[in-house]
């Protein structure tokens, strides 16, 4: 009932800006929080940042600076962007909805991914 489609990504150069989108649906819907992992190979999948419902926003892995999470205001909709981009940030980006729909059923449910390359 909950799906969360991702768009965005792709090849970029280091200093450059990327803007990812991630757009939630389902019935009757209420975001709590909205959520941006990434996801090197070979690592694990790290919080890069996420924005409540409230629009408070906390940044993972001293990012803050760099990328901006927002959303609009049905908060069904957010997006991450990304400047200055390094190679580090080179991952698969995943957007993570937290929730409820219907009537209070919990959910949360995961993009399908985004390949960000940081590459010269």
């Known amino acids: 009932q909950v799906q969360v489609v991702q768009s965005g990504g792709g090849l970029v150069q280091p200093g450059g800006s990327l803007r990812l989108s991630c757009v939630a649906s389902?019935?009757?819907?209420?975001?709590?929080?909205m959520s941006w992992y990434r996801q090197a190979p070979g690592k694990q999948r790290d919080l890069v940042a996420k924005i409540s419902s409230s629009g408070s926003t906390t940044y993972g892995d001293s990012l803050k600076g760099r990328f901006t999470i927002s959303g609009d205001n049905a908060m069904t909709t957010v997006y991450l962007q990304m400047n200055n981009l390094k190679p580090e940030d080179t991952a698969v980006y995943y957007c993570?909805?937290?929730?409820?729909?219907?009537?209070?059923?919990?959910?949360?449910?995961w993009g399908q991914g985004a390949q960000v390359t940081v590459s010269s």
């Open positions: 993570n909805a937290d929730g409820w729909f219907g009537t209070n059923t919990k959910f949360g449910r």
């Open positions: 389902g019935e009757t819907l209420r975001i709590n929080v």
